[in-house]
């Protein structure tokens, strides 16, 4: 388009109706020939043919470069009437439309928009306020094509007379761009959808794997108490029966320990030496036995009977265990102070009674025995019972062996049964405590019970 400006040319008048005629026939020319011009876009100006004849609207030169800007913007721009009639489209918007610049101009801008559409347009158009309004609106291009636009609507003012902006944003690529972001979207939604049921499948396994294993727990459950009671039943009646066993053993061994006796003392003078010793070794042997099922016996009461626990002070059950035993006259010393612990006070004699004998009896001959008791106390929480010897000591690799039962270590002639510790720490058990020593050979022993401390 020449950014030419239509301007009037002036002429000289001649007298009077010979000079009117030529100058209306001028002016008539000059119309025409600006019309002409105007239609041809040869100029800047817009004619718009309405209901008051052809109407002429041409842009000023300051108004220039914002023309020479709407062209060259990427924005279909169109400058309407109040009715809609598009006095101005620049080029984009005309490419947008698929039709020329000429043939836009002049036309309504309804032709551009969906009928169902009009009723909205013609309100946006009706309310515009001097801030405008913008609404998104499908731009018939051609008969089948709709580019999706963004109408953003202001009032303007065009040589006196009133008129309207409007600028076209095509929203083609954002809608592509919307509906690839809906496509994503529908996807993303359709995959999470996918590992939702997944997930809720694998959960509802999981939670039946859950219910089976509960099922199995509980049935396991059954079984192990159902077994548990079978088994304790078997074995109270084994003890039952070991135990009216060895009393049963008892017997005989007294009547041949007892008739050992009364051949040594009531025939020693019919009796050759190797008989009477014969009969001596009957005797020793029989008393052995019998100590053996002795131990073994109170070993097995532990084990069966009840032994319930409560508040003890160890140090008068400690004198009384020295005082009724045979150990009394032993070099025993009992130091104070003694927490009270929890525990059963005929277990924690026999346990006492059992290392005592033992811190006693294990001495090297002409070493005579040096015991001391005391306890040590672990906060709140324990208490350790202490029984120190001068003894023969252990030897650190037979500290776990030595309280299984018949265990025995030592090489000297010692009596015993090999019984004393294994009811020793069956009975510490018992009491839910630990039972330990610290020992070096030829150097005493340490033995320590660790017992719950009584609050
Ligand atoms: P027993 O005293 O009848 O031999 P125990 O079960 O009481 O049986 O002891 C097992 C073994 O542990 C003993 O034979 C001995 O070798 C060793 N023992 C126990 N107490 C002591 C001790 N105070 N000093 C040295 N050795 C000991």
């Given at each position: 388009?020449k950014?030419?400006?239509?301007?009037?040319?002036?002429?000289?008048?001649?007298?009077h109706?010979?000079?009117?005629?030529?100058?209306?026939?001028?002016?008539?020319?000059?119309?025409?020939?600006?019309i002409?011009?105007?239609?041809?876009r040869?100029?800047d100006?817009?004619?718009?043919s309405?209901?008051?004849g052809?109407?002429?609207?041409?842009?000023?030169?300051?108004?220039?470069?914002?023309?020479?800007?709407?062209?060259?913007?990427?924005?279909?721009?169109?400058?309407?009437?109040?009715?809609?009639?598009?006095?101005?489209?620049?080029?984009?918007?005309?490419?947008?439309?698929?039709?020329?610049?000429?043939?836009?101009?002049g036309?309504?801008f309804?032709?551009?928009?969906?009928?169902?559409?009009?009723?909205?347009?013609?309100?946006?158009?009706?309310?515009?306020?001097?801030?405008?309004?913008?609404?998104?609106?499908?731009?018939?291009?051609?008969?089948?094509?709709?580019?999706?636009?963004?109408?953003?609507?202001?009032?303007?003012?065009i040589?006196?007379?009133?008129?309207?902006?409007?600028?076209?944003?095509?929203?083609?690529?954002?809608?592509?761009?919307?509906?690839?972001?809906?496509?994503?979207?529908?996807?993303?939604?359709?995959?999470?959808?996918?590992?939702?049921?997944?997930?809720?499948?694998?959960?509802?396994?999981?939670?039946?794997?859950?219910?089976?294993?509960?099922r199995?727990?509980?049935?396991?459950?059954?079984?192990?108490?159902?077994?548990?009671?079978?088994?304790?039943?078997?074995?109270h009646?084994m003890?039952?029966?070991?135990?009216?066993?060895?009393?049963?053993?008892?017997?005989?061994?007294?009547?041949?320990?007892?008739?050992?006796?009364?051949?040594?003392?009531?025939?020693?003078s019919?009796l050759?030496?190797?008989?009477?010793?014969?009969?001596?070794?009957?005797?020793?042997?029989?008393?052995?036995m019998?100590?053996?099922?002795?131990?073994?016996?109170?070993?097995?009461?532990?084990?069966?009977?009840e032994?319930?626990?409560?508040?003890?002070?160890?140090a008068?059950?400690i004198?009384?265990?020295?005082?009724?035993?045979?150990?009394?006259d032993?070099?025993?010393?009992?130091?104070?102070?003694?927490?009270?612990?929890?525990?059963?006070p005929?277990?924690?004699?026999?346990?006492?009674?059992?290392?005592?004998?033992?811190?006693?009896?294990?001495?090297?001959?002409?070493?005579?025995?040096?015991?001391?008791?005391?306890?040590?106390?672990?906060?709140?929480?324990?208490?350790r019972l202490?029984?120190?010897?001068?003894?023969?000591?252990?030897?650190e690799?037979?500290?776990?062996?030595?309280?299984?039962?018949?265990?025995?270590?030592?090489?000297?002639?010692?009596?015993g049964?090999?019984?004393?510790?294994?009811?020793?720490?069956?009975?510490?058990?018992?009491?839910?405590?630990?039972?330990g020593?610290?020992?070096?050979?030829?150097?005493?022993?340490?033995?320590?019970v660790?017992?719950?401390?009584?609050?």
């Open positions: 388009m950014p030419a400006i239509v301007t009037s040319r002036l002429r000289p008048r001649l007298p109706a010979q000079a009117e005629l030529e100058e209306v026939r001028a002016r008539l020319a000059e119309a025409e020939e600006t002409e011009a105007i239609r041809h040869g100029v100006a817009l004619l718009v309405g209901p008051k052809d109407q002429v609207f041409t842009l000023k030169g300051a108004e220039k470069p914002y023309r020479l800007l709407i062209e060259a913007i990427n924005e279909g721009a169109v400058t309407v009437l109040p009715d809609a009639t598009v006095l101005f489209c620049n080029r984009r918007f005309a490419q947008m439309t698929g039709r020329t610049q000429q043939k836009i101009t036309s309504s309804y032709r551009f928009i969906e009928s169902q559409d009009y009723p909205r347009f013609q309100s946006l158009l009706e309310g515009l306020k001097d801030s405008g309004a913008k609404a998104e609106f499908l731009l018939s291009a051609t008969a089948k094509n709709r580019v999706p636009v963004l109408l953003s609507l202001a009032p303007l003012e040589d006196g007379v009133q008129a309207i902006g409007i600028v076209a944003t095509d929203l083609t690529r954002t809608k592509q761009q919307e509906e690839k972001l809906r496509r994503l979207n529908d996807e993303l939604e359709a995959r999470v959808q996918r590992r939702t049921a997944a997930l809720q499948k694998a959960n509802d396994a999981l939670a039946d794997a859950q219910r089976q294993l509960t199995h727990a509980e049935d396991l459950e059954d079984q192990v108490s159902k077994r548990t009671a079978e088994l304790r039943q078997s074995l009646s003890e039952q029966f070991c135990y009216s066993l060895a009393h049963d053993l008892r017997a005989p061994l007294r009547a041949m320990s007892g008739f050992a006796i009364t051949l040594l003392q009531d025939y020693a019919s050759p030496g190797r008989a009477q010793d014969f009969a001596s070794r009957i005797n020793t042997a029989a008393l052995r019998d100590e053996l099922i002795r131990d073994l016996l109170a070993y097995g009461r532990i084990n069966s009977s032994f319930p626990l409560r508040p003890v002070d160890p008068p059950l004198r009384e265990v020295i005082e009724s035993s045979e150990i009394k032993a070099k025993i010393r009992v130091e104070p102070p003694f927490p009270r612990v929890q525990a059963n005929v277990l924690l004699a026999q346990v006492t009674n059992n290392l005592l004998s033992n811190a006693l009896k294990f001495v090297s001959p002409g070493n005579p025995p040096n015991v001391r008791v005391f306890a040590q106390e672990g906060g709140d929480d324990w208490v202490w029984f120190h010897d001068n003894g023969i000591g252990i030897e690799k037979y500290f776990e062996r030595i309280f299984c039962p018949f265990e025995r270590v030592c090489s000297g002639n010692f009596p049964t090999g019984m004393g510790l294994a009811i020793v720490q069956k009975g510490v058990e018992r009491m839910g405590g630990k039972v020593l610290e020992s070096t050979l030829g150097k005493g022993s340490r033995f320590w660790q017992l719950k401390k009584a609050l």
